[in-house]
């Protein structure tokens, strides 16, 4: 049975919140939305947050806050959010797809499905192989192009460089791919990159045949039944995508479409829960080879683009995803049977800070024994 309410939850207005099963509605909608309070307690500048848990069969959703300050403009339960990097395991299970299909295998060297001569993707006779484009392993720079400005900590840019930027498409990175210098064999090393999941972004569009998006939406969201799941909504959908605060505090957009698989996703939180409910599962082959762990550093690993935390059969999984204005988060304890989705529309230190609390605080709620796991 699912329940509806309305309520405010001291003084910040709940656009919607929907809890299943009566004990469920009891024991964890209270803890989310302590957790949301407390959210919004550590960032005072917030704006609007949506928030999904599942524990079991479940499910509890709610949104909180406002999207424009001051406006009261409530999120809803189909306002659509960029997801940023949680792109990435999406792209993840498409190559799990294409491994399953038997049209690449993971240990292939990237440079099979290039077009041209790339020399330089070869450090001391080790390629870059397509595994290494989603485990962080592959030497290639955070993003291309590889400057200053498109790096942590992104320095402000000049207007040129911003101009530069916003025009940047694939003939520019396969250029600058040309110019890439791995400093240490591919495999070796832990360093993220925007720039591999963008690039095998491209190589699942040659493998599979279709563009990334009809890949996304064909594959994976339509079904699982998202379908808000996009990259480039059309006018009726635009018109429910958020926009968001930036650390200057101004308004922006969600303009990222031509990082792919990398960052370019969109979604609304019912969809996220059920893509969430697809990775805790582990049923299919995609999801269970893209969650195979390699070792980083002490209970540390990554899988396809999932980071981890692994102690014997207990494990948190995760992928969260910042751009300017957005943060997003997707992370599960399968053991617990337990996860949490959620997207904000402000992004600055204080805000991110208190995200990534809000998560833990609901999970560590649901399973106390995992603490140690954060």
């Known amino acids: 049975m699912r329940i509806g309410r309305r309520q405010v939850l001291a003084g910040l207005p709940l656009a919607c919140i929907a809890a299943s099963g009566s004990a469920f509605r009891d024991a964890v909608a209270p803890l989310a939305e302590a957790a949301a309070k407390q959210y919004f307690a550590d960032a005072p500048g917030a704006a609007g947050l949506s928030v999904g848990v599942v524990h079991g069969s479940a499910t509890y959703r709610g949104t909180f806050g406002s999207l424009m300050r001051g406006a009261g403009v409530k999120p809803r339960a189909d306002t659509i959010f960029p997801m940023a990097s949680i792109s990435k395991t999406f792209t993840a299970a498409l190559l799990g797809q294409a491994v ?221 995803g910042t751009m300017p204005g957005f943060a997003a988060m997707c992370m599960f304890l399968p053991h617990a049977e337990a996860g949490v989705v959620a997207f904000a529309n402000q992004l600055d230190r204080r805000s991110m800070g208190a995200f990534h609390a809000m998560t833990r605080q609901i999970l560590v709620g649901l399973d106390p024994g995992s603490a140690d796991l954060f």
């Open 100 to 320: 399953q299909a038997g049209k690449v295998a993971l240990a292939d060297d990237v440079r099979r499905f290039l077009d041209g001569d790339y020399p330089n993707l070869v450090f001391e006779g080790q390629p870059v192989l397509l595994w290494h484009l989603l485990n962080h392993n592959s030497g290639l720079p955070f993003n291309l192009p590889d400057i200053a400005e498109n790096r942590p900590p992104f320095p402000e840019a000049s207007p040129e460089v911003k101009q530069r930027l916003a025009a940047y498409g694939r003939v520019d990175f396969f250029r600058d791919l040309h110019g890439v210098t791995l400093l240490r064999a591919p495999g070796t090393g832990f360093s993220y990159s925007n720039a591999a999941a963008l690039l095998l972004s491209y190589v699942l569009e040659r493998v599979l045949g279709q563009p990334f998006e009809a890949l996304a939406r064909t594959r994976i969201a339509a079904p699982l039944g998202m379908r808000d799941t996009l990259i480039v909504p059309d006018a009726a959908r635009a018109a429910r995508l958020a926009r968001g605060y930036d650390e200057s505090e101004r308004l922006v957009s969600a303009d990222n479409a031509a990082l792919l698989g990398a960052a370019a996703i969109k979604s609304t939180i019912g969809d996220m829960i059920r893509y969430l409910r697809w990775q805790m599962a582990e049923t299919s082959p995609e999801v269970r080879l893209s969650h195979a762990p390699h070792p980083i550093d002490g209970k540390f690993a990554v899988g396809l683009n999932w980071q981890m935390m692994i102690d014997g059969p207990r494990r948190r999984i995760w992928q969260d």
